[in-house]
């Protein structure tokens, strides 16, 4: 079923893509702390040893760096189990293989693989360079609700996301979710065997909220589809997810059924399914945006697939003679193509959108302009999906609009910048002055439109924070020896300079541990540095700090009227090992700088 693109010789040329698109995210706000049993490592061998080690109901939570892993990640033998950054930034935590063109790969042919296990959380990490697959899921050994969130997924030899099978009887990879992840080749694969989500024989996956770049295959090759679910997969929601510079974007089912197909299916390569709400856009050379194939009751609804004449015959397609399928209010600037007697109700579709009727189409962003009077309000009858690509409300106006976008539909934002401040909030006059100060740019870029006020803030977060809100220099050269592969690491050197931190590991201060947790009490300190508070100014406020290394900084902090205390009404209590969470450092800033 791979076609090649030999008749595609015109559309060869070298396409500039964005590195970070425009995708709005909405939907994928930041992780709330972990509970229970947590182990935290900031080592290769510490990281592997904790996985090796892992017991269900545990949290694995790596500190930032950079990873070479000497195996591959095996998960074995255990549920509700959670491996993520400490950080939540997923681009300060690598875990990183020997190369996707490497064959000497030794133990590490992936990055992570799930056998046995299930109710597994991969979190807010960065994995890359392996010579098969980023992430297996082992359905023939009974994987099961593997939940990917917030990844960045570089540069995979083979599938960067695989659901394997081993056919009937089962078990199968099923209840898979991959939401708010990048997928993306640096340029192209290594062949053109490789796909962004491979799953076979997989029930219930739901993959939404994602950015896949260039998912494509060596120059006059063909890639996979970027989604592809197959013998007879089940029940598939693929939505809002952008696509740039992908050979294929989207195929629920692809060949005839076969040996592995689930439960000895021999008519349908997958049943059921939604394909809604997706943007796909191509300069490049490929083949065909959205694809349905043996597929029974497939609904395409609301997508925008943009391909620029590099395949004229069609930008989604249904084919073969036992595949039905609604496509229904979908945006398009190419044929809506039926093959082999394939049969669809088809209704609604625009398939000669122009290029001024999005905001950026070079750029990947699809949203509509008012020059789009051919899609705004064009869709017949009521709509047929509640949201956008955006996961704002629609219809706006007398009728939905055709494609993903819902021109003039937002969610109102609130006047402190931020969707999870709303008015009343507790912190939210503290969090709209930093907002307005430039101390806080967001907490999901690239939409930035979330504060996330319950998240922990760390210690390299906090150097930043501190360093916009001072206006610190530039620093000559980093103190510590463990935050070279910190994004925060420039603000850390600054904070150093300024005197304002000492390090984490008295006394040799050597290290300042980017990725732990900012205490209360290292608040106060930090505060206490950076304003040059002396004396107690006022005595001893608080009953749980005597002892506390941080005691003379906790009581300077009170007395400047930069902290109330952590026990309100009475407020005789500091708290001043509980971590600082971003809601209350906007209140320590507002107070000790507004």
Same mark, same amino acid.
């Given at each position: 079923?791979?076609?090649?693109?030999?008749? $595609?010789?015109?559309?060869?040329?070298?396409?500039?893509?964005?590195?970070?698109?425009?995708?709005?995210?909405?939907?994928?706000?930041? $992780?709330?702390?972990?509970?229970?049993?947590?182990?935290?490592?900031?080592?290769?061998?510490?990281?592997?040893?904790?996985?090796?080690?892992?017991?269900?109901?545990?949290?694995?939570?790596?500190? +930032?760096?950079?990873?070479?892993?000497?195996?591959?990640?095996? @998960?074995?033998? @255990?549920?509700?189990?959670?491996?993520?950054?400490? *950080?939540?930034?997923?681009?300060? @935590?690598?875990?990183?293989?020997?190369?996707?063109?490497?064959?000497?790969?030794?133990?590490?042919?992936?990055?992570?693989?799930?056998?046995?296990?299930?109710?597994?959380? &991969?979190?807010?990490?960065?994995?890359? /360079?392996?010579?098969?697959? $980023?992430?297996?899921?082992?359905?023939?050994?009974?994987?099961?609700?593997?939940?990917?969130?917030? $990844?960045?997924? &570089?540069?995979?030899?083979?599938?960067?996301?695989?659901?394997?099978?081993?056919?009937?009887? !089962?078990?199968?990879?099923?209840?898979?979710?991959?939401?708010? *992840?990048?997928?993306?080749?640096?340029?192209?694969?290594?062949?053109?065997?490789? %796909?962004?989500?491979?799953?076979?024989?997989? *029930? !219930?996956?739901?993959?939404? /909220?994602?950015?896949?770049?260039?998912?494509?295959?060596?120059?006059?090759?063909?890639?996979?589809?970027?989604?592809?679910?197959?013998?007879?997969?089940?029940?598939?929601?693929?939505?809002?997810?952008?696509?740039?510079?992908?050979?294929?974007?989207?195929?629920?089912?692809?060949?005839?059924?076969?040996?592995?197909?689930?439960? #000895?299916?021999?008519?349908?390569?997958?049943?059921?399914? @939604?394909?809604? %709400?997706?943007?796909?856009?191509?300069?490049?050379?490929? /083949?065909?945006?959205?694809?349905?194939?043996? =597929?029974? +009751?497939?609904?395409?609804?609301?997508?925008?697939?943009?391909?620029?004449?590099?395949?004229?015959?069609?930008?989604?397609?249904?084919?073969?003679?036992?595949?039905?399928?609604?496509?229904?209010?979908?945006?398009?600037?190419?044929?809506?193509?039926?093959?082999?007697?394939?049969?669809?109700?088809?209704?609604?579709?625009?398939?000669?959108?122009?290029?001024?009727?999005?905001?950026?189409?070079?750029?990947?962003?699809?949203?509509?302009?008012?020059?789009?009077?051919?899609?705004?309000?064009?869709?017949?009858?009521?709509?047929?999906? !509640?949201?956008?690509?955006?996961?704002?409300?629609?219809?706006?106006?007398?009728?939905? +609009?055709?494609?993903?976008?819902?021109?003039?539909?937002?969610?109102?934002?609130?006047?402190?910048?931020?969707?999870?401040?709303?008015?009343?909030?507790?912190?939210?006059?503290?969090?709209?002055?930093?907002?307005?100060?430039?101390?806080?740019?967001?907490?999901?870029?690239?939409?930035? +439109?979330?504060?996330?006020?319950?998240?922990?803030?760390?210690?390299?977060?906090?150097?930043?924070?501190?360093?916009?809100?001072?206006?610190?220099?530039?620093?000559?050269? /980093?103190?510590?020896?463990?935050?070279?592969?910190?994004?925060?690491?420039?603000?850390?050197?600054?904070?150093?300079?300024?005197?304002?931190?000492?390090?984490?590991?008295?006394?040799? %201060?050597?290290?300042?541990?980017?990725?732990?947790?900012?205490?209360?009490?290292?608040?106060? =300190?930090?505060?206490?540095?950076?304003?040059?508070?002396?004396?107690?100014?006022?005595?001893?406020?608080?009953?749980?700090?005597?002892?506390?290394?941080?005691?003379?900084?906790?009581?300077?902090?009170? #007395?400047?009227?930069?902290?109330?205390?952590?026990?309100?009404?009475? %407020?005789?209590?500091?708290?001043?090992?509980?971590?600082?969470?971003?809601?209350?450092?906007? =209140?320590?800033?507002?107070?000790?700088?507004?």
């Amino acid at each position: 079923m791979r076609r090649t693109i030999a008749l $595609l010789a015109l559309a060869t040329a070298v396409v500039a893509v964005p590195q970070t698109p425009a995708h709005a995210a909405a939907n994928c706000p930041a $992780l709330t702390p972990p509970q229970g049993t947590t182990v935290t490592v900031d080592s290769v061998p510490e990281l592997q040893a904790a996985i090796g080690n892992l017991v269900s109901g545990t949290t694995i939570l790596i500190a +930032d760096g950079v990873y070479d892993l000497t195996n591959t990640l095996n @998960v074995r033998g @255990v549920t509700n189990v959670t491996i993520r950054s400490v *950080s939540g930034d997923r681009e300060s @935590v690598v875990l990183r293989g020997p190369g996707m063109s490497n064959p000497a790969y030794g133990n590490v042919p992936h990055v992570m693989a799930v056998y046995d296990a299930s109710d597994v959380l &991969i979190a807010d990490l960065t994995m890359r /360079d392996a010579y098969y697959h $980023l992430i297996q899921i082992h359905g023939e050994d009974d994987a099961d609700g593997v939940h990917l969130y917030n $990844l960045h997924l &570089i540069d995979a030899g083979e599938q960067f996301v695989k659901g394997s099978t081993a056919g009937p009887p !089962g078990p199968y990879a099923d209840n898979g979710i991959v939401e708010c *992840s990048q997928f993306e080749y640096t340029d192209r694969a290594r062949s053109d065997y490789t %796909n962004a989500v491979d799953v076979l024989a997989g *029930s !219930g996956w739901i993959i939404r /909220d994602n950015t896949f770049l260039r998912i494509r295959a060596p120059q006059g090759q063909l890639a996979g589809p970027a989604i592809l679910m197959w013998r007879n997969s089940l029940d598939t929601i693929v939505e809002r997810n952008l696509f740039i510079e992908c050979d294929r974007a989207i195929a629920l089912g692809l060949s005839a059924p076969d040996a592995n197909s689930r439960d #000895g299916e021999t008519t349908y390569d997958h049943q059921g399914g @939604v394909i809604r %709400n997706n943007m796909i856009y191509r300069e490049g050379a490929g /083949d065909i945006g959205i694809t349905v194939n043996y =597929a029974r +009751d497939v609904e395409i609804y609301h997508n925008t697939v943009i391909q620029n004449g590099t395949f004229p015959w069609g930008t989604i397609e249904y084919r073969f003679s036992s595949t039905t399928a609604t496509i229904a209010n979908n945006l398009t600037d190419g044929p809506i193509w039926q093959r082999n007697g394939a049969g669809a109700v088809v209704t609604g579709n625009v398939v000669s959108a122009q290029p001024g009727w999005f905001v950026d189409a070079g750029a990947g962003d699809l949203h509509l302009t008012a020059a789009a009077a051919g899609a705004i309000d064009a869709a017949p009858g009521t709509a047929l999906v !509640g949201d956008d690509f955006d996961g704002h409300f629609r219809p706006v106006g007398s009728a939905a +609009d055709v494609g993903a976008d819902e021109f003039g539909s937002s969610s109102p934002i609130p006047p402190s910048g931020f969707r999870d401040v709303p008015p009343g909030h507790l912190f939210e006059a503290n969090i709209t002055w930093l907002g307005n100060e430039g101390v806080t740019k967001g907490c999901n870029p690239p939409t930035n +439109d979330l504060y996330c006020p319950d998240s922990v803030v760390t210690r390299e977060q906090m150097a930043t924070f501190l360093v916009r809100a001072l206006n610190l220099p530039a620093a000559p050269a /980093d103190p510590f020896v463990d935050t070279a592969a910190s994004v925060h690491a420039a603000d850390i050197a600054s904070l150093a300079a300024a005197g304002i931190t000492l390090g984490c590991n008295p006394p040799d %201060n050597d290290r300042f541990c980017p990725g732990d947790a900012v205490t209360r009490g290292q608040m106060a =300190a930090f505060l206490v540095r950076a304003l040059g508070l002396t004396g107690d100014m006022g005595g001893r406020r608080f009953v749980d700090d005597d002892g506390s290394v941080f005691e003379i900084n906790i009581e300077r902090l009170a #007395g400047a009227g930069i902290t109330r205390g952590c026990n309100p009404p009475v %407020n005789d209590m500091f708290c001043p090992n509980d971590p600082v969470r971003r809601g209350e450092m906007a =209140a320590f800033l507002n107070r000790a700088l507004g």
